[in-house]
C-alpha cells in the first residue's frame, strides 16, 4: 500500500523513529534520555510547543503505567504522537456536485495555493488523478497567469489524467476572469470538481493578498451563491521553519481550509506535520510522496505515526 510505501521511504532515509525507539531500547528513561527524546523531536521538525507537550505527556502516562518494559514505553510513545496528529480530524474533501442557493447545480470548488516551487501544480494534477479515480469528472483552472510555463505544466497534467484544462491565451491575464471561466466550465461541463492553480509570489505580499482574494471571489461569483469547498495550503516538507514561515503568510492572506505536505518522501522530518496543523489550526488533508501521478495519498493520522516510528 501507499502507507507501506511512505514507511519504506521513511525508513531508508533514516526515520525519527528509528532514532526515538533507538533512545528507548532500556527501559530506565534518565534525564539525558529525556534530553535526547526532545533533540529527537525537534531535529524532527515537531516545533517546540507540540514537542513540549508531547514530553508532558509521556512522563506522566509512564509514570501512571509505572513500568520499565520498552515494548510499553515505546506504545506509550506510539499513543502520544497518534494523539499529536489528531486521528479526530476531518480530512475529507468536498468532491461532488452541490446545489446552489438558486437550485443551479454546481461543482465543489478547490483553490489551491503555496509558494511556487513547493509542488502546487504537480499536487493539482496528483488530485486530479485521485478524483478521476473515484469516477469524478475534474477541470483544471490555471490561474498562476504570471508565467506561460505554469499553464502549460498545469495543462500536461490535464492530458496526463485526461481531464480538461481552462486557461487564458494571453500571458498576464487576470488570473480572477480564468477561475470565473474555470467555474463556469465547471457547471457547464456537469463536473464534481474543479481545482484552481494559483500565482506563488511570495515577494510580493500585499499583491498576492489582492490577487488570491480576488479570484476566490470571482470564483465564488462564478457559483450562483454557493461557497468554494476548499482552500488547500500546499507546503514542501523538507523546507522545515521556511515552510512554518510562509504556512503563517499564507494563511494571513487567504482562508486556509486544509494542508497538503509534499515532498515527505525525501525527508525524515515528518514532524512538521503535527506542528503546521497546531500553528494554523488546520488538518493535513494529504501528503505527497513523490513526483509521479500516483504519489499523492490521503493523511491517515495512525498509518503516519506507524511510519514515523517504523
Ligand atoms: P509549484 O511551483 O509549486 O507549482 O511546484 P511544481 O508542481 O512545479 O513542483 C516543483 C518540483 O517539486 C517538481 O520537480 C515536482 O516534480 C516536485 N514535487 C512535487 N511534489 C513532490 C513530492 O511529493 N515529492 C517529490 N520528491 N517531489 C515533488
Excluded: C
Excluded at 534530553?35 to 512522563?59: C, K, Q, V, W, Y
Excluded at 499513543?79 to 486521528?87: C, G, S, Y
Excluded at 473515484?134 to 497567469?145: F, K, Y
Excluded at 494559483?198 to 493578498?209: D, E, F, P, S, V
Aim: proline share 3%; aromatic share 2%.
Amino acid at each position: 500500500s501507499r502507507m507501506e510505501r511512505l514507511r519504506e521511504r521513511l525508513s531508508r532515509s533514516g526515520s525519527l523513529g528509528r532514532g526515538l525507539l533507538g533512545l528507548l531500547t532500556s527501559g530506565k528513561i534518565d534525564e539525558s534520555t529525556w534530553d535526547e527524546i526532545e533533540e529527537t523531536l525537534l531535529l524532527a521538525d515537531l516545533g517546540p510547543s507540540a514537542t513540549d507537550e508531547l514530553m508532558e505527556n509521556l512522563r506522566r502516562r509512564i509514570q501512571v503505567i509505572s513500568t520499565e518494559d520498552p515494548v510499553a514505553i515505546r506504545e506509550a510513545l506510539r499513543q502520544e504522537l497518534v494523539n499529536l496528529v489528531d486521528p479526530t480530524l476531518d480530512r475529507r474533501l468536498a468532491a461532488t456536485v452541490r446545489t446552489a442557493p438558486d437550485g443551479t447545480a454546481v461543482p465543489s470548488v478547490i483553490m489551491m495555493v503555496g509558494v511556487n516551487g513547493t509542488g502546487k501544480t504537480t499536487t493539482v494534477g496528483k488530485l486530479a488523478r485521485v478524483l478521476v479515480a473515484e469516477n469524478r469528472s475534474v477541470v483544471l483552472g490555471a490561474a498562476d497567469t504570471f508565467r506561460a510555463a505554469a499553464a502549460d505544466q498545469l495543462a500536461t497534467w490535464g492530458s496526463r489524467v485526461g481531464v480538461e484544462t481552462v486557461r487564458s491565451d494571453r500571458d498576464g491575464a487576470d488570473p480572477a476572469a480564468v477561475a470565473f471561466d474555470a467555474v463556469a466550465r465547471g457547471i457547464e461541463t456537469s463536473a464534481d470538481v474543479v481545482i484552481i492553480d494559483t500565482a506563488g509570489r511570495l515577494q510580493n505580499k500585499k499583491g498576492l493578498m489582492d490577487e488570491l482574494g480576488k479570484v476566490r471571489r470571482v470564483a465564488q461569483k462564478a457559483l450562483h451563491g454557493d461557497e468554494i469547498s476548499e482552500v488547500l495550503l500546499v507546503l514542501d516538507a523538507t523546507t522545515g521553519q521556511n515552510g512554518m514561515q510562509q504556512a503563517r503568510v499564507f494563511s494571513e492572506v487567504v482562508q486556509v481550509t486544509g494542508l497538503v505536505l509534499t515532498k515527505l518522501d525525501g525527508t525524515a522530518k515528518g514532524g512538521i506535520v503535527a506542528n503546521v496543523q497546531r500553528e494554523l489550526g488546520v488538518p493535513v488533508k494529504m501528503v505527497g510522496l513523490g513526483e509521479g501521478m500516483d504519489d499523492l495519498t490521503p493523511f491517515d493520522a495512525y498509518g503516519f505515526v506507524d511510519a514515523l516510528l517504523d
